[in-house]
């Protein structure tokens, strides 16, 4: 990766941070309009509304991440994902553009490899991006290549060690977030807070400024899962690409700069370099920031005379629009 290509992958990690914390601040603002509207002329919250105002508070919180029927998004019929939660939506957006910007640098790369040839880059701009046509086992997609394919995992369905998918994530976190807030209002109410207060309360929580033991960061887990999801679909959709760049040789596991306790990264990053086929999938853990650095083949004249000797130039589908596209819906969908 370069250091163009890191900056824009940084840069899409603090957007969708802050597009995150501005929907959190919404939410507190809306919080901070229902209390108001419970308090009495002296600006209390009569002590046996609190129960339903408590309700009404989390239903709002729940409502962010997930729908009315307890799911997040739905599979459409032409295979494509609809998020059915504000939070969702922003996740997916995120997804979505870290997929067609590792497939972009992945292009980008293998134009700059074939720019003294401009004759074969347009055959490649419109190639099929399907690798499982039946010509391609014919031409220069190898065996190992076939079974990263074969292995490959849409984002919305990748599964941890634990088996659990995004839609299981995004529940578990809004769980967990629903009870941490719950608890942080029960000790407001204790302590007989204003509205005013209580809304500051909650807006320092999920602004990571909170000061009470254990209710730090309110937004943590939807920030953990936020940035991991990103990571996984971009270093993702970057090797995916590169099994398509013949130029590509090895890929070496860097560890990420944040990178301070000795994990599973450690030894993934020590087995460098790898194949295209056999790096081992991103994320190496929950919130890994860890990527993909690809080198170049020495002897590149061979590739080029490979590609232009081949009648079956069309099996390259890594600078067709369209394969971002089959990332994101998955080759079986």
């Known amino acids: 990766m370069t250091t163009a290509a890191r900056s824009r992958f940084l840069a899409l990690l603090r957007e969708a941070d802050t597009g995150l914390k501005a929907d959190l601040a919404e939410y507190v ?3 901070r309009t229902l209390l108001l509207n419970e308090a009495d002329h002296d600006g209390h919250i009569p002590i046996e509304r609190w129960p339903e105002i408590q309700r009404q508070i989390i239903a709002l919180l729940l409502a962010y991440f997930v729908d009315g029927s307890g799911h997040a998004y739905r599979l459409a019929h032409n295979g494509t994902l609809v ?7 922003r996740l997916w957006a995120a997804v979505e553009q870290a997929t067609r910007l590792g497939v972009g640098e992945q292009a980008d790369d293998l134009r ?4 003294d040839f401009p004759e074969l880059i347009r055959p490649l701009e419109i190639a099929d991006a399907n690798p499982f ?6 031409g220069m997609i190898d065996a190992e290549v076939r079974g990263l394919f074969s292995a490959y995992v849409p984002p919305q369905s990748m599964e941890w060690d634990d088996h659990r998918t995004l839609d299981d994530r995004v529940l578990m976190d809004a769980a967990a977030t629903r009870g941490l807030t719950a608890r942080l209002l029960r000790q407001l109410l204790s302590e007989q807070k204003s509205p005013a207060q209580i809304a500051q309360a909650l807006g320092d929580y999920f602004a990571g400024r909170g000061t009470r ?14 940035a991991t999801s990103i990571n996984y679909a971009y270093q993702n959709a970057q090797r995916m690409s590169a099994a398509l760049n013949p130029f590509v040789a090895t890929v070496d596991w860097v560890l990420s700069s944040s990178h301070r306790e000795v994990d599973i990264c450690d030894s993934l990053a020590a087995g460098s370099p790898y194949s295209v086929a056999t790096v081992p999938p991103f994320p190496g853990h929950a919130g890994c920031l860890c990527r993909l650095v690809f080198h170049h083949r020495r002897d590149t004249s061979a590739v080029v005379s490979a590609l232009r000797g081949s009648p079956l130039l069309k099996v390259q589908g890594a600078l067709s629009p369209r394969f971002a596209d089959l990332l994101l819906r998955g080759f079986h969908a």
């Open 83 to 89: 998020p059915t939660s504000p939070y969702l939506r």
């Open 112 to 115: 700059s490899a074939l720019r």
């Open 29 to 31: 603002a809306r919080v």
């Open 133 to 138: 046509l039946p010509y391609v086992y014919a």
């Open 213 to 226: 033991s254990g209710l730090h960061n309110g937004a943590f887990n939807a920030q953990r899962l936020l």
